[in-house]
């Protein structure tokens, strides 16, 4: 029995954020740094399209760092465009 | 004009040779003290016997009984001496030196000592001296021959040991106790050396005999097999069964073993290019000339029958292999790639470095997912080992490695064992924190397991917390809670060498009644008053060391554990000298260097983040190619956009990851589903039934390069043999970068060595000049450091402060399971390693031949399972078979199997769950069941039956059955 890819990359983010939550103010923060340093950009990108599309199954922790997540890379985005 | 070495004039010789045996053990000591021996003037530090003090100014006493790796012993008096102003003639092996002694170590007094002695011993000795094995290499013939023995007056008829029996049952050497003088320097080995004391004399006088265990026969007794007895041995008594069928090697190299993360330096001792046996080097620095049964040993894997000797292609699974020449095979993988790359897009391949391979050869993967295959999907089997100690100590002490060296343990009061089963994991270290134990330091084990180390002879009085699998974090947490809360913290240390910020939010977090050892005892199940004081322990000791292993980091807070582990260090002040620190036990020989040469997907070499603009620019110049700037897939993502279509071809060098990974099913289907598999490997391994292109690799017999160990150590690998496909790891990866249009040129891995030096600010002062000239190096190593730096830490860390982690226990999904009442941990045994692919083909499967389900008796009675009964463990990922062991080392509700045969399946079992910070597999907790069964599982059949195929395949089966096989296994 395997989980999807899409529910091992939400099971990931809210694994992180769970021990992260700690860290108050800095949680989220900390949870995008962590994404952003080690997920690779097809998994940035299907976490962020899921963000966008549903989310439901995301912990609220999770969901503000992958929105954060989302603005940064519209911003590269841009950026570069 | 002649320069004769006059030892007058120079002082004693400050520079060890390994080669020498220097009768014994060295002595430190600040207090020097001068004597002559035979009118040679010499100083030596207080405490040095007179016969190493001779040895060093190269007088060479005659000795039996002495070797200096063992204490002096004084039976064979064959080293006496005549001392001005003392009586008699005492033994120089235990006479330590005083300041103005007057020796004598020749005269004709001495000489009819002597010669009476060899007399005695002769007299009771085989004349078969032509046809001894030890002919050539034989102390007491030596001996003979130097104390000119010329006739045994009491002839040979008298009462002797000649018709002694042999006892051939250990597969590598033979015990001949006809040829024994009983010098007890096996015994010492075993006990000194080694540590296991499974040898003694038994009987007094001339009946007295070398025995092993209760006198059993060497294979039934406690002894490991580690060989320290047949090296100590000065006959052929105790002899490799090897020089018996070979002879004496003729010239020998030294190089590096291939097995664990300790990286025992060995002499490889030829015959030409064939090895005779391996002899653990004395100058080694990581091992001091002992060794384990795998490196000494195990090595007839290299030439083992099954060895792959032509590159082969196929274009499915299903077909047979078809061999072809290295150019073709290149040729055709390269297409390949290119092809899918064309059609999937640049991200759809990705190659994985292997922790087996040198550093030349990692470094040189890794830049070919790089720079030839342009993205950053580059992983290693560091993934599902140590990835946890990467991340964990970068964040914490700024540097992703073990802190010491192993020597340090001797200093240490305080050992600290967590989640590690050194004495069948790391042998060699296990060996020689064993002799620091015996010394009088004191052991806190933190493993749900009575591990091995808990037994050390001569130790008494080692606390063991016995945690439930899957709550290390909620155990660290409490140890530090007891630190703090009791006011045992090195305030000093704190204030000046860690962040001040992150500390006070630590100390709040820390300090919370929740951590403490009274409120976390309903999650550990560890009474709160052995936290206490295993805690009270540590702290207050002089000098506390930690030693951790994969039962830390392969968890689903396996980071969280590394960083609490490091807090604690710091906490205390454990860290910056001898005797501290943080160690991580590393699991293959080059998992630290394989780390440390940019395997990570998001690392490039030296830990150099991908997305630093810099640092890239720094590659780019270099390799002459744009560098992608975000990270790539780990394995397990791999897996996971193999299976969802995404993910097409896989380069594989050296692992075996349908073997080692976890949940084998979901493994097995994203293998299945690549359109390309290049598997690179010495044997046709589990993942290379899969495979499309097979590649023929060499074992570290047949390179050259340096593997990287816990220690940080860097060491050469020596070429002793030519490789057997005709290629060196590195050579194919040249070749197929080459093919593939990115231009790599090497004459010898010395080359890639500069290279990586150029780009690896830790690295900037290696290369293999300097190597040879100093023997290995810690890194780093760099202008700062021209020799490299064994103790890390010691004025301040990388990142300037100390960062302490918050660290929150988190329960692992897999511990709130109902329907799989006990949780499954695994393990590693002493005799094989790994996914077994060498072991396995050496005559260790004497010692383990498969692999079993210990299980407590609590929890067999309750299923009514008895010893050796068949029973299958089912998890949520799936279902195999084994064969029951029952054993109260383990806690009940706890049980236990090892990965090293691949038909046993443990990894079918085993899930997806992992590490949140870097997906390390969660092996050490899998909720199962196990129940009675009669039957190999589905997925065991399934196996036997491709694996068949697979067989078949090789040697070119037919294709039509093949076909049909694979349906069938597919089912």
């Known amino acids: ?81 | 004009m002649l320069n004769y070495y006059d030892p007058k004039q120079t002082p004693a010789p400050q520079h060890f040779l390994p080669e020498r045996d220097y009768g014994t053990p060295a002595r430190l000591s600040e207090t020097l003290v001068s004597l002559e021996i035979d009118g040679v003037a010499i100083t030596v530090p207080e405490g040095t016997s007179v016969l190493r003090a001779a040895a060093l100014a190269d007088i060479n006493i005659p000795k039996l009984c002495a070797s200096d790796n063992l204490e002096a012993f004084g039976s064979c008096r064959l080293c006496a001496v005549q001392i001005e102003g003392r009586r008699g003639l005492p033994a120089s092996c235990t006479t330590p030196v005083a300041a103005g002694m007057k020796v004598t170590t020749q005269n004709a007094r001495l000489a009819k000592l002597r010669r009476n002695v060899m007399e005695l011993y002769i007299s009771d000795h085989p004349l078969d001296c032509l046809t001894c094995p030890a002919n050539g290499d034989c102390e007491l013939q030596d001996m003979a021959g130097a104390v000119g023995l010329r006739e045994v007056r009491y002839g040979f008829d008298g009462e002797n040991h000649l018709d002694a029996e042999t006892d051939d049952s250990n597969p590598y050497f033979s015990f001949d106790p006809s040829k024994c003088i009983v010098c007890s320097r096996c015994v010492r080995a075993c006990e000194e050396v080694q540590g296991t004391f499974a040898l003694t004399i038994e009987g007094r006088g001339f009946e007295s005999k070398v025995a092993a265990g209760q006198s059993e026969a060497f294979m039934d007794s406690e002894c490991v097999s580690c060989g320290a007895c047949v090296q100590a041995c000065p006959t052929s008594t105790l002899m490799e069964k090897s020089v018996i069928e070979q002879g004496q090697p003729e010239h020998s190299v030294v190089t590096t073993c291939a097995y664990c993360g300790v990286g025992c330096s060995f002499k490889a001792e030829m015959q030409g290019d064939r090895v005779v046996r391996m002899v653990p080097y004395k100058g080694g620095d990581a091992n001091h000339g002992h060794s384990c049964v795998k490196g000494r040993f195990a090595f007839g894997y290299a030439t083992h029958p099954d060895r792959l000797k032509t590159p082969m292609i196929r274009e499915s699974i299903d077909q047979p292999w078809r061999e072809v020449g290295w150019e073709e095979a290149i040729a055709f993988a390269a297409q390949r790639l290119k092809a899918i790359q064309a059609k999937y897009g640049r991200e759809s391949i990705g190659g994985i470095t292997s922790s087996r391979c040198t550093n030349e050869e990692t470094y040189l993967v890794q830049k070919l997912v790089r720079a030839a295959f342009r993205n950053n999907n580059t992983d290693t089997c560091a993934r599902v080992c140590h990835s946890p100690t990467g991340y964990g100590l970068k964040t914490t002490l700024g540097e992703s490695a073990g802190t010491q060296t192993f020597d340090s343990v001797m200093q240490a009061d305080v050992i600290v064992v967590i989640g590690a089963n050194p004495t069948d994991a790391h042998p060699v270290f296990a060996s020689q924190m064993r002799r620091r134990l015996r010394q009088g330091a004191e052991l806190i084990v933190v493993d749900p397991r009575r591990i091995d180390l808990l037994k050390t002879p001569h130790h008494r009085g080692a606390q063991h917390l016995a945690l439930r699998p899957g709550t290390n974090v909620a155990m660290i947490n409490a140890l530090a809670h007891v630190v703090m809360s009791e006011g045992l913290e090195d305030r000093e240390f704190i204030a000046k060498r860690c962040d001040a910020a992150g500390y006070q939010a630590w100390r709040e977090f820390i300090l919370d009644p929740r951590h403490a050892p009274e409120n976390v005892e309903a999650i550990t199940g560890v009474p709160a008053e052995q936290v206490r004081r295993a805690a009270r322990t540590y702290a207050q000791a002089p000098n506390g060391a930690i030693y951790y292993g994969l039962g830390v980091t392969e968890h689903s807070q396996g980071s969280s554990m590394v960083m609490g582990i490091a807090n604690l260090a710091m906490a205390t002040g454990n860290i910056g000298r001898e005797g501290v620190g943080v160690n991580p036990l590393r699991g293959q020989n080059n998992v630290q260097g394989s780390c440390d040469m940019g395997s990570f997907p998001h690392e490039l070499p030296g830990y150099q983040h991908v997305g630093d603009p810099a640092v890239r620019e720094r590659f780019e110049a270099a390799w002459g190619v744009p560098i992608d700037d975000e990270p790539g897939l780990r394995i397990p993502n791999m897996f996971d956009a193999a299976v969802a279509g995404e993910f097409k071809a896989l380069y594989v060098q050296g692992e075996d990851i349908a073997q080692s990974d976890p949940n084998t099913q979901h493994v097995e289907q994203a293998l299945r589903s690549l359109e390309c598999l290049i598997v690179q490997d010495i044997f046709l391994n589990e993942t290379a039934k899969f495979a499309h292109v097979l590649l023929p690799g060499s074992s570290f017999l047949e390179k050259d390069g340096t593997f990287t160990n816990a220690e940080r150590r860097i060491n050469r690998v020596r070429k002793v043999m030519p490789p057997l496909a005709g290629k060196q790891d590195w050579e194919v990866t040249v070749d197929l970068a080459n093919a593939l249009g990115y231009p790599m040129h090497y004459d010898h891995p010395s080359q890639i060595m500069d290279e990586i030096a150029g780009l690896t600010p830790s690295f900037t002062g290696v290369s293999y000049a300097r190597l040879d000239e100093l023997g290995s190096i810690q890194w780093p190593c760099n202008e700062a450091y021209p020799k490299g730096m064994p103790t890390m830490h010691v004025e301040d860390f990388p990142i300037g402060l100390g960062q302490f982690a918050i660290t929150d226990y988190v329960a692992s999904d897999e511990l709130s399971n109902r329907r799989f009442p006990l949780l499954l941990t695994t393990g590693r045994i002493l005799s094989q390693y790994n996914v077994g692919a060498q072991t396995r083909r050496t005559h260790n499967q004497a010692w383990h031949d498969e692999d079993v389900l210990e299980l407590h008796p609590a929890d067999a009675e309750l299923r009514g399972v008895r010893d050796g009964d068949w029973v299958g463990i089912t998890s949520r990922a799936g279902q195999t078979v084994l064969r029951a062991r029952i054993s109260d080392r383990m806690p009940p509700g706890v049980v236990y199997t090892t990965f090293h045969h691949p038909g046993s399946g443990a990894n079918v079992i085993t899930t997806d769950s992992s590490d949140w910070a870097t997906n390390c597999p969660e092996y050490k907790v899998t909720a199962v069941q196990v129940e009675k069964v009669s039957q190999p599982s589905a997925w065991q059949r399934q196996f036997q039956t491709f694996d068949r195929l697979q067989l078949e395949l090789l040697r070119g089966g037919n294709k039509d059955e093949a076909g049909q096989a694979l349906s069938g296994a597919g089912e």
Not at chain 1, 50 to 72: C, F, H, M, V, W
């Open chain 1, 1 to 81: 029995m395997s989980r999807s890819q899409l529910d091992t990359l939400i099971h990931m983010a809210n694994q992180i954020a769970a021990n992260n939550a700690h860290y108050g103010d800095d949680a989220a923060e900390r949870v995008y740094t962590h994404l952003k340093k080690f997920w690779a950009r097809s998994m940035k990108r299907q976490i962020v399209d899921y963000l966008q599309q549903d989310g439901s199954e995301l912990s609220p922790l999770a969901r503000q760092a992958i929105e954060r997540l989302a603005q940064s890379q519209s911003e590269t985005h841009s950026a570069s465009a």
